[in-house]
């Protein structure tokens, strides 16, 4: 065991699950399914599927973070009559819709 934490810090980093696990979350607030928009980092600018983002679920609310720089691109918490989305590491959101 190590007695400064770092191997036990560092395992709770790397446990995280990908961006599909905000469908359920996000289809509460939105009409579209989420996970497929293509967001932008605040950060460093690299885009890809909301799908791809990697989410930690171990705090208080769902966290995903950029899977290049590893920064916070969303946050979504979960309270009773209330749900909160923070978004402000996103710089832009791209949303497919049927244009049928």
Known sequence: MDPT?????????????????????LSEIFAVDLTAAVSRCAH???TGPVAA???YGHAPSLV???PHCGEVVLRIVRAPGNAW???RGTVALAVPL???
């Not at 934490?5 to 359920?24: F, I, M, P, S």
Request: glycine letters at 14%; one cysteine or more; a negative charge.
């Open 5 to 25: 934490g770092a191997t036990a810090g560092k395992a709770v980093q790397d446990a995280y699950q990908d961006g599909n696990v905000l469908a359920g979350p």
């Open 64 to 66: 995903a973070r950029c």
């Open 53 to 55: 983002l990697r989410v």
């Open 98 to 100: 049927d244009t049928d």
């Open 85 to 87: 989305l923070d978004m």
């Open 44 to 46: 460093c600018g690299s």
